[in-house]
């Protein structure tokens, strides 16, 4: 007997620290998690040497989740995104008109939705801070310091 593959809900954010000026980053990560609602299957933390703003780094945490979606499943009903950075997630959805402008953000909506074209739905949903809290404390902890 097959099961039926997962209907997943997956969390990402990025965190930039700034050194004493309050201007210049010093460290860059990114967290997500990837659920069914009961169990959690993926929880990552992951350190970014290099990006050129922080609406990069969303987006580089928009690719990681897809990544991991993609990595740890063969089959996905549907996958449901949710983070806080409302600009990521309205480039990256295909039903926005809404595009990058600069060739990064161009380069990771199209890896994002490529790592995705097999998931029959997909959703992005943006949430604020506190319906995201774990995927930031992720983010959080995953800077080198």
């Known amino acids: 007997m097959t099961t039926a593959p997962p209907s997943l809900l997956a969390y990402f954010d990025a965190s930039v620290h700034y050194g004493p000026d309050n ?3 010093v460290s860059a990560a990114v967290g997500f998690l990837v659920e069914d609602g009961v169990e959690t299957y ?3 933390s992951l350190a970014v040497d290099a990006f050129v703003s922080s609406a990069a780094l969303e987006h580089r945490a928009l690719v990681e989740t897809a990544r991991a979606v993609a990595d740890r499943f063969d089959r996905v009903s549907s996958l449901h995104l949710h983070g806080d950075a409302d600009a990521a997630l309205r480039a990256t959805d295909p039903a ?8 990064v953000g161009r380069r990771r909506v199209r890896e994002v939705r490529d790592l995705l074209a097999d998931v029959p739905v ?3 949903r943006a949430v604020d801070r506190s319906r995201n809290a774990r ?3 992720l983010a959080r ?5």
């Open 23 to 25: 201007a210049t980053p």
């Open 42 to 44: 993926v929880e990552r």
């Open 96 to 103: 926005h008109p809404a595009e990058p402008t600069d060739p």
């Open 122 to 124: 997909v959703t992005y």
């Open 135 to 137: 995927a930031h404390d």
């Open 141 to 145: 902890q995953g800077h080198r310091e």
